[in-house]
C-alpha cells in the first residue's frame, strides 16, 4: 500500500506517521509528502526522513480542478493507493474525491459533529465543553462530514487551559492515528482479496 501525506503545517503527524512506517506499526510505504506552504516545518521533516516532497499551491491555478488535477498526476506518478490528511488546511475538492473516493483520510481534533473546520480546539475551550476529543474520519465533500472510523475522548478540566488542551489533544492524535491508518489498510486489502 503506497501512501501520500498532506499536510500544511508543523508536520507532527506526518513525522509520526513516517516513523511508525518505520517500524512497521503501519504496513505502507510513504513516497510523498504533498504540502502547501513552502514554509512550511513539515518540508524540513520530510527532508531530514528522505522522502520525497512536492509543494502544490492552488493560488498557482486558474481553478481548483485545474490545481487537483496537477495534484492527481503526483499521485498517479507515485503509484499512490491512499491519501492521508495531516494538518492540511485546504478542502478537497470533487477530482481527488472522485478518483480516492473512500481512500482520504483525515484527523480532527474534535469529536465530530461537533466542532468542525479549522479551529475545533480553540472553538471546543471556547465553548465550555467537559469533553472534546480526536475524530478519524473518511473525507467527503463536506467539510469533516464523512463516515467516522475512531473517536477518542479528552476530558477538559477546571483549571484546563487552550495550551494544556492542544497538548493533550496532540498527544492522542499521535497515539491514535498511526493505528486507525493500520486498521483501514488491512479493511482496503481484506476488500481487494474478496473483490
Do not use: W
Not at 507532527?12 to 504533498?34: D, G, M, P, S, W
Not at 475551550?125 to 467537559?130: D, E, P, Y
Amino acid at each position: 500500500m503506497k501512501i501520500a501525506v498532506f499536510a500544511s503545517g508543523n508536520g507532527t503527524n506526518f513525522e509520526v506517521i513516517a516513523e511508525a512506517i518505520q517500524k512497521k506499526r503501519i504496513e505502507a510505504e510513504l513516497k510523498l509528502l504533498i504540502c502547501d506552504q513552502p514554509k512550511a516545518y513539515v518540508l524540513k521533516r520530510a527532508e531530514s526522513k528522505a522522502i520525497p516532497a512536492t509543494i502544490l499551491q492552488s493560488k498557482q491555478y486558474p481553478t481548483k480542478k485545474a490545481f487537483e488535477t496537477v495534484l492527481l498526476e503526483h499521485l498517479d506518478r507515485n503509484e499512490i493507493d491512499l491519501i492521508v490528511l495531516a494538518g492540511y488546511m485546504r478542502i478537497i475538492g470533487q477530482t481527488l474525491l472522485e478518483k480516492y473516493a473512500d481512500r482520504i483520510i483525515n484527523i480532527h481534533p474534535s469529536l465530530l459533529p461537533a466542532f468542525p473546520g479549522i479551529s475545533g480546539i480553540k472553538d471546543a475551550f471556547a465553548a465550555g465543553v467537559s469533553e472534546t476529543g480526536v475524530t478519524v474520519h473518511l473525507v467527503d465533500q463536506g467539510v469533516d462530514t464523512g463516515p467516522i472510523l475512531s473517536q477518542q475522548k479528552v476530558m477538559v478540566e477546571s483549571d484546563e487551559t487552550l495550551e494544556s488542551l492542544e497538548e493533550k489533544i496532540h498527544k492522542i492524535e499521535h497515539s491514535m492515528y498511526p493505528s486507525v491508518i493500520q486498521a483501514y489498510i488491512e479493511k482496503l486489502q481484506k476488500e481487494q482479496v474478496n473483490s
